[in-house]
């Protein structure tokens, strides 16, 4: 069984940074795309950035040029780098990855972004 954990959220002022974090752990053999999806309040869940295996990296066009994933695979851990932030990125944060071929989800973290 594989679990995810976001970490990093929180309260942060229009135009700042916030740094978010995945963590997966569990039993498993191999981690092919990580990535992060949000949600806000009566919006569905829409993808932010999606990292494969390789590095390889793609981005919602709205968020492009200010948050950045990354990845750690020695850790297991994914990251998303929220720089220059605006009050419409406020929502529950997810990461999702496919691990051992299944996708799977964290429980969310909430970023709320004040004007």
């Known amino acids: 069984q594989v679990e995810l954990v976001e970490s990093g959220g929180g309260l942060v002022q229009a135009g700042g940074s916030l740094r978010l974090s995945c963590v997966a752990s569990?039993?498993?053999?191999?981690?092919?795309?990580m990535g992060w999806y949000r949600q806000a309040p009566g919006k569905q869940r829409e993808l932010v950035a999606v990292?494969?295996?390789?590095?390889?990296?793609n981005y919602a066009d709205f968020v492009k040029g200010r948050f950045t994933i990354s990845r750690d695979n020695a850790k297991n851990t994914v990251y998303l780098q929220m720089n220059s932030v605006k009050p419409e990125d406020t929502a529950v944060y997810y990461c999702n990855c496919n691990v051992d071929g299944r996708r799977n989800w964290g429980q969310g973290t909430q970023v709320t972004v004040s004007a």
């Open positions: 569990g039993r498993f053999f191999y981690i092919n795309s």
């Open positions: 990292i494969s295996s390789g590095g390889t990296t």
